[in-house]
């Protein structure tokens, strides 16, 4: 075959490969919500994350929230309310800080914001899907969740 024509006709395949026009699609998100704890305390201000263990699903199926003051979370997938149902690996790390903080010249502030956090340090043993152990099984027919950690 002329290389000319065997390029032109492998084109669409590396569109396909490279994912333009294959993206996959979320299941349906179910609700999730609840408090995060750490030694029977309410957790501030950490970053939560539901990472399905079910293969196949799209990079963004991850179920994202931040904690208020009492430790309460609702979970986000893809900007969307909820996650996917089924088992997760839940991993807890430090909150963005507040905004006005941000940048350089809040460094100062920074390092107080995080000094005044209540109930620290999160342990590391929860900060990567390597090293959480905690998994959460996400239903349907649940929609309220006490995450409990321990030190």
Known sequence: ?????LAVALIPA?????GCGNEQQLPPLTPVEGVVTL?????????????????GLPANSAGIAVT???GKFKLMTAGKPGAV????????????PPEDI????????????RAGLKNR??????????KSDYKVTVTTDQTDYKIELTR
């Open 1 to 5: 075959m002329n290389p000319v024509r």
């Open 14 to 18: 590396l569109f396909v490969s490279a």
């Open 39 to 55: 030694g029977g305390q309410p957790l501030p201000y950490a970053r939560i994350t539901f990472n399905p263990t079910k293969n």
């Open 68 to 70: 208020d003051e009492a």
């Open 85 to 96: 149902p089924g088992e997760h690996i839940v991993t807890v790390v430090e909150g963005p």
């Open 102 to 113: 941000r940048g350089e010249d809040g460094q100062a502030k920074l390092v107080q914001y």
């Open 121 to 130: 340090p999160i342990p590391a043993k929860y900060d990567s899907l390597q």
